[in-house]
């Protein structure tokens, strides 16, 4: 490997590992969470870590403890989880057109750690960017991934001495990194209407409720009303 | 159930993965159209905002507006304005902690 592979190498490698840090931020206190909850639900340490690298979503697994608690049956945890998990169909679509370069076997190691945070960044990083150097994704992705892992393992062991988080905020990482990368999202006047939209419909049809598909149908109609603006907005011109 | 956790896991990890690859391995070798661009286009916005929205707006399962008892909705504002100011997320995410952290510290509440 000449000086050269190793020196771009590097450079977006650091640039991976900033973007990834937010994501970092968010994940460890809640994987702690996720860890400490497995613990008291009875699940042991090698189930504990491998549900968090090989499922690898937040609030499916947390979701999932609950209902092991509650004696549901395997159908139930499944059936669950591919609901709650299923609004990832509409980001990994939108994120294929920037991933054509890609091999086949990057893209499933993409969409294996295609998470709502790391959509979030990625979906903002990718406008106005062609080829985005698989590295520097596969850094971000990763890197966040060790973090859900190391989170919920340390969980596990030391559930105990991480009680008092909330009074520090951490609880809000998440969230608040949503707000940030909607508020990073919003370039023109039709994405705040849409982003309104979704907002209070989602609330409407969790209230209502609709079990887990609150976030898919309020996703599908903020997309669709977008896209009639848009049409809307060309047949005028 | 007990027993069956490690099956349960890899199941919950099949059903994960299908939603998260299917797309991306049918969609990103074809040419979309205009329309289907433009309508993928709003994802990232209607998904934010649809995770945010019960988050932000309501509090153990009912709507709750009031600021004295809601940090999470309270808060969105200042680490929304900060966002928009800075573009910089690192600083949103930081903004939205320290809120969250100054009110439950003076205000008293602990939710």
């Known amino acids: ?237 | 159930m007990q027993n069956n956790i490690i099956i349960a896991i890899v199941l919950m990890a099949f059903v994960t993965y299908l939603p998260r690859f299917l797309p991306l391995l049918y969609l990103s070798k074809r040419r979309l159209s205009p329309l289907a661009k433009s309508w993928l286009s709003y994802v990232p916005v209607a998904v934010l905002s649809a995770l945010l929205g019960p988050a932000l707006f309501l509090k153990e399962g009912y709507l709750n507006l009031v600021p004295a008892s809601n940090p999470y909705f309270l808060a969105a504002f200042p680490t929304f304005i900060v966002a928009l100011w800075t573009r910089n997320m690192f600083i949103g995410v930081l903004t939205g902690i320290g809120s969250v952290a100054l009110l439950r510290l003076f205000l008293g509440f602990y939710c």
């Open chain 1, 1 to 237: 490997m000449g000086k050269n592979f190793r020196e771009s190498f590097y450079i977006a490698f650091k640039d991976g590992a900033t973007r990834s840090l937010p994501i970092v931020l968010g994940y460890i206190p809640i994987g702690l969470a996720f860890g400490i909850l497995a613990a008291n639900v009875g699940l042991n340490s090698l189930e504990t870590t491998f549900m968090s690298i090989i499922v690898y979503a937040g609030s499916a697994q947390l979701i999932s403890l609950g209902l092991i608690e509650s004696q549901a049956g395997l159908f139930t945890i499944v059936m669950t989880t591919f609901l709650v998990n299923l609004r990832h169909t509409l980001m990994s679509a939108a994120l294929s057109p920037h991933l054509k370069h890609l091999s086949r076997l990057q893209q499933a190691y993409f969409a294996f750690e295609l998470t709502d945070e790391s959509f979030a960044v990625h979906s903002r990083d990718f406008k106005g960017e062609t080829n985005p150097v698989a590295i520097r994704l596969f850094t971000t992705n990763t890197l966040a991934h060790l973090s859900w892992v190391s989170g919920s393992a340390l969980g596990f062991y030391t559930g105990a001495l991480f009680t008092n988080l909330e009074s520090w905020g951490i609880d809000y990482a998440l969230p608040a990194m949503f707000i940030a990368l909607l508020a990073m999202q919003l370039d023109n006047k039709r994405k705040y209407l849409v982003g309104a939209f979704a907002m209070l419909l989602s609330t409407f049809l969790f209230i209502l409720p609709v079990g887990h598909w609150y976030i898919i149908i309020a996703t599908l109609a903020g997309a669709t009303a977008g896209a009639l603006l848009d049409l809307r907005q060309e047949r005028k011109v």
